[in-house]
Nanobody, 116 residues
Framework: QVQLVESGGGLEQPGGSLRLSCAASGRIFSLYTLGWYRQAPGKQRELVAEVTRSDSTTYADSVKGRFTISRDNAFSIINLQMNSLKPEDTAVYYC??????????WGQGTQVTVSS
């Protein structure tokens, strides 16, 4: 089992920046992917960005060029640098992982609000 703890988030003005972090613990050797999803009120949860242990990355079209996902060497921490924030980025952001056995775990979520 893998446990995920998110940090960061908060309130930022449009055009500003925020940084989210997610720390994984437990059976991190079994991790295949680590990533960020988000869910806005009344909408489905969606992929924001994801990185594999081999450093392959995937981004939602809506955040390409503005958000950057990064990882540490141990593949136990990921960060999401969010620049040029827009009001439509407002959502609860969740860290998610998948193991090579296709088990998944989710963090508790952290609120990001972009508003003037």
């Amino acid at each position: 089992q893998v446990q995920l703890v998110e940090s960061g988030g908060g309130l930022e003005q449009p055009g500003g920046s925020l940084r989210l972090s997610c720390a994984a613990s437990g059976r991190i050797f079994s991790l295949y992917t680590l990533g960020w999803y988000r869910q806005a009120p009344g909408k489905q949860r969606e992929l924001v960005a994801e990185v594999t242990r081999s450093d392959s990355t995937t981004y939602a079209d809506s955040v390409k060029g503005r958000f950057t996902i990064s990882r540490d060497n141990a593949f136990s921490i990921i960060n999401l640098q969010m620049n040029s924030l827009k009001p439509e980025d407002t959502a609860v952001y969740y860290c998610r992982c998948r193991t090579y056995g296709m088990e998944e775990s989710w963090g508790q979520g952290t609120q990001v609000t972009v508003s003037s």
